[in-house]
Each structure stands twice: as structure tokens, then as C-alpha cells.
């Protein structure tokens, strides 16, 4: 073989050579006892951070699912409430027409307020019904009567004037009685009535006029009208809830119209 020939073929097996020798050498090392690589991502357990996550998108998820059932909720009372307010509109216009120019309806926090003028429904200082004061109980009566859901107040105001107590008249001149005949002594004087007291209404104050007034009104309702009694209700304020400087106005009767109360059986 020639010479250049030779010298090409330890070239070449020199160039093989190189990059088995390189290949071994990890091979050498493990076998020398050097230290492991990385452990696989099963040994070494969850990632912290992919947890951390997990529990961020929990936590938003719940929070998203709170908010959500807080907006139904407010929806819900929403439009709670303005079925209530479209009912109480209703039935004030309804009373309205009733009441009429003896009184007004009013509505405010979903009470329906129906003011009467004492002049329509009572004599001055007494607590009696007048005729025309039965015939617009009698209308608003049959208005309430179809309202089942409503319990109804009946409420007596009277402005500030004091009651006057009048005194009583005095006693009717005494008859002359005759004495039997046959027995001497003349002239019988009748015998005097007793001393009574000055007071002759039956209303002491206005306490007493304004109550009276709403258990009158309370009563018609039950006893004319036919509305249930349970669900009525007197109240007494006398002179201590005006509503104006009109002392005119502040003589009146309120029948009150609120949500009927839900009492839990014992």
C-alpha cells in the first residue's frame, strides 16, 4: 500500500475514534458514582405556585356567584316593591273617588292614609254619626271591605281647645203639693235632688272625645259595613298629632291602611 494511502486510513480511523471516546465518557461517569440528575415533576409533587392559582380562581368564582345572587335578590325586591307601589297607587285612586270632598287619600310608605273632616262625620263636641257621616262611611266601607289584605286603623285626632264643661241647669221650679185633707200642716215642700257634678258631657278631655270618635267609626265598620274586626283597630292621638295650623283640619278622622300583619300561631 502506498505511502499516502496509509497515512489517509489513520486519518479517517482517528476522526471515528474521537466521538465514541466522547460518547462513553457519561456512561463512565454514572459508573463512577456521580450525582443523579433533576427527579421527574411526579416525584417532586404539585407545582406551589400552580396551587396558588387554583385557589385565586376559586376564590373569584365564588365571589362571582355571590354578587350574582345578591343582584337576583335586589331585582327581586325591586320589583317587590313596585307591585306594592302600583297596589297602594290603585287603591288610592280607588278611595279617592269614594272620599270624594269630605276628605283625602293619601299614600306614603306604602300606608294608604284616608283623612275625614270631623264636621262631615260628628256634630261639634260629640261623638255621634251625623246622616251624611254614616253615608260616606257606608261608601268607604264597602271599599274596605274588599281589601282583605290590608289591616285598617282607625285613628281620632281633635285640635288643642280644652273641652268645655258646661254647667247643668238648674232644677225645675219645685211643684206646690197640697196637703191631704183631714191633716192639719198646709204646704208639702218637695224634697230637693241631690247635688250632682258640673260636668254633663261624657268627654272629660280630648283624649276621651278622640277615642270615642274612632271606636264609633270602628264600630260602624264592623256592625254596617261587615269589614272583619280583625282587622280593624282604634287608636286615640287627642290633641297631639296635628297636621297643620288649621285647627279645622286637625279635628279628623284617619283610617289607615297598612300591609295586614302575619301572626305566627302559638
Known sequence: MPIKHLRAVIAVAAFVAVPACGAQQPGAQRAAGSAPGPAPETERGPDPRVQELE??????????????????ALRKSESELKAKADEAAALQTKLAEV???????????????????DKILFPVGEADL??????????????????????IWVQGHTDDSPIVVRKPKGPPPAPKVEAPKGKKGGKVKAEEPPAGSDAVLPFITNWELSAARALTVVHYLQDEAKVDP??????AFGQ???????????????????????????
Open 130 to 151: 251625623t246622616d251624611n257621616g254614616r253615608k260616606v262611611l257606608a261608601e268607604v266601607g264597602a271599599a274596605l271591605k274588599d281589601i282583605d289584605d290590608k289591616q
Open 55 to 72: 385557589q385565586e380562581l376559586a376564590d373569584t368564582k365564588r365571589a362571582l356567584d355571590e354578587q350574582k345572587a345578591e343582584s337576583e
Open 230 to 235: 280583625a282587622r280593624l283597630a282604634a287608636v
Open 240 to 266: 297631639y298629632r296635628p297636621n297643620s295650623k288649621s285647627k279645622a283640619k286637625n279635628r279628623r278622622i284617619e283610617i289607615v291602611l297598612y300591609p295586614r300583619a302575619k301572626l305566627a300561631p302559638k
Open 99 to 117: 272620599v270624594g270632598k269630605f276628605g283625602d287619600v293619601t299614600t306614603e310608605d306604602g300606608a294608604v292614609r284616608v283623612e275625614l273632616v
